[in-house]
């Protein structure tokens, strides 16, 4: 993270650089990028946000001398790639891992910190002196993570690594790994080739979106009362359904049904089974 731009219109930025290098916190990689995956994120970032999906962006692309070397298919063929280093653009950085490492080290206060931080910047419906502020942001993320992962369903998008370091607190799409979009829908589709289990496959999105959302519950426990605890359980058992409203709304949208007709669910599974065996 380099810093915060506030552009013309009021709007701010966290500025962050993607391949540029080891940070305090990278695990064994060099934290460099190659010059083959710093395009496609450049490229589907921007496509995602002209698709009307949350997201963050890419503002430049720079080209380095040096050189990296990368097993691109995890076959234990590693190759000399050409660096390169992506300025990238969003309204936080902020992950469920955010909050789950906080409180799996137990540093509370800071968590606590964090978290009025957050919702005083990104969530301005949320009082940051209400009593019940870390459940009403829990019941946010929970309707948002549902909305996001029902418009990456309807445009055929697989993220590829939905792990709760790449699930953001404002429900936006970030961290352009092994992505991919399907050519034709199979709920199988897995974009990763080191995915060998399946865990991210693209049928597997909204499920794994709950498992997340369970383990940002758990980080966000030692800071509830027993009411609120269950009332944030109650939430989360509500996820299905948000998702589901959702999925069945943009797909009806896609194809021109109007009204609500109770075989509309059934003509949108019968269409997928069919696009599934061509």
Request: contains cysteine.
């Amino acid at each position: 993270l380099i810093g915060v731009y506030t552009n013309r219109h009021g709007e701010r930025w966290e500025l962050q650089l993607k391949g540029s290098g080891k940070t305090p916190y990278s695990r064994n990689g060099d934290g460099r990028a190659v010059l083959r995956s710093s395009v496609r994120e450049f490229l589907c970032s921007e496509a995602m946000h002209y698709l009307g999906i949350p997201t963050s962006r890419a503002a430049s692309l720079v080209v380095s001398d040096d050189d990296v070397w990368r097993d691109q298919f995890y076959n234990g063929n590693i190759k000399k790639e050409r660096g390169a280093i992506v300025l990238r653009l969003a309204k936080s950085w902020f992950r469920i891992g955010s909050l789950e490492i906080l409180a799996r080290s137990g540093e509370l206060d800071l968590q606590r910190r964090l978290l009025d931080f957050v919702i005083q910047e990104h969530f301005p419906s949320i009082a940051v002196n209400d009593s019940n502020r870390y459940l009403e942001f829990y019941s946010t993320v929970v309707l948002q993570t549902a909305n996001l992962i029902a418009l990456w369903m309807s445009v055929g998008f697989a993220h590829g690594v939905c792990n709760t370091d790449n699930f953001s607190l404002l429900s936006i799409t970030i961290d352009y790994g092994p992505f991919g979009f399907m050519d034709s829908y199979d709920p199988n589709f897995v974009p990763n080739t080191s995915d060998d289990e399946r865990r991210y496959k693209i049928g597997n999105q909204a499920n794994v979106g709950l498992f997340n959302l369970n383990k940002l519950l758990q980080a966000l426990k030692p800071l509830l009362d027993p009411r609120q605890k269950q009332l944030a359980s109650q939430i989360l058992e509500e996820y299905g359904k948000h998702y589901y409203i959702r999925f069945t709304e943009l797909f009806k949208t896609k194809l021109g049904l109007l009204g609500e007709n109770e075989d509309d669910n059934y003509l949108i599974a019968f269409l997928l089974k069919v696009s599934l065996q061509c």
